[in-house]
């Protein structure tokens, strides 16, 4: 994404008609440690993806993987496609940028240029340091005895999380339309931290202990022996986005979008598959 030149050859090799950029330095922590990093790919890297289809290919069709990170500090709720943005990390401001360069380019050049606004969406296959993941990778490993506790940060922050299969289609419906246009694409559900790690431990069989500033004085009281959840302070970030909730109305009307996998089953998806990874 930072050589323009590897972009345009990989454009006049493939001829694509379809460009689905979902590169990216994604994981929001890392952002403040490689601002720089993150802007070169995040921000920087879709002016020279954009710049590679318009030389070699305007015609093709450009979907650009924006995020509900750029609402941040959530100025309206639920998030909708005019809901003002405001980052609260490199990584969103930088993907701020993307999200203006693709409409920007649409507008300037008449490109058939999309930016989907997805809020997180996740699988069996997302990366560990994300919060999902982290917790069902860890409630396998407790229940194979593999681990002892795990250690999560602000168990408050809440997240309208969807599945990627689900999401992955509406990023291909973008780009089957008469016209291209932005789209906010989530469940219209938001959960803390806190309930997912519940849910989770609950579809592990592993009875739920809490320790530490996330929990309430019963839970404290109660608290005994093993200490399954810890807060740690080091997972904390220097600007929490506390709350996000997207409003996929104009997504299901326009693109006939419509989630078919709930809360429920991708929480027990995902700890069903790092169970079987733990017992294979
Ligand atoms: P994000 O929404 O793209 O930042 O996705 P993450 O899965 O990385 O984080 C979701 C939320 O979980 C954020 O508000 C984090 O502060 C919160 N969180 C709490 N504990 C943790 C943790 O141990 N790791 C991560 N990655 N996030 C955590």
Redesign the pocket.
Known sequence: MTDVVSLIAAMEISQADEVYNLAAQ????TSWEQPLTTTDIDAAGVTNMLEAIRIVKPGARFYQAS???MFGLAQTTPQTEKTPFYPR?P?GVAKLYGHWITVNYRESYNMYACSGILF?HESERRGK????R?ITAAAARIKAGAQRCL?????D?K?DWGHSKDYVRAMWLMLRQDTPDDYVVATGETRT?REFAALAFKYAGIELEWSGAGMDESARDKASGETVVKV?PA???PA???M?LGSPVKAERNLGWKREIGFEELVERMVRNDLALIRG
């Open positions: 994604s994981f929001v922590a995020t509900s990170e990390s990584y997180n340091e994300f919060v999902t982290k250690e999560l940060g602000n168990l922050a997240r931290v740690n997972f904390f970030r929490e986005v506390e996000l």
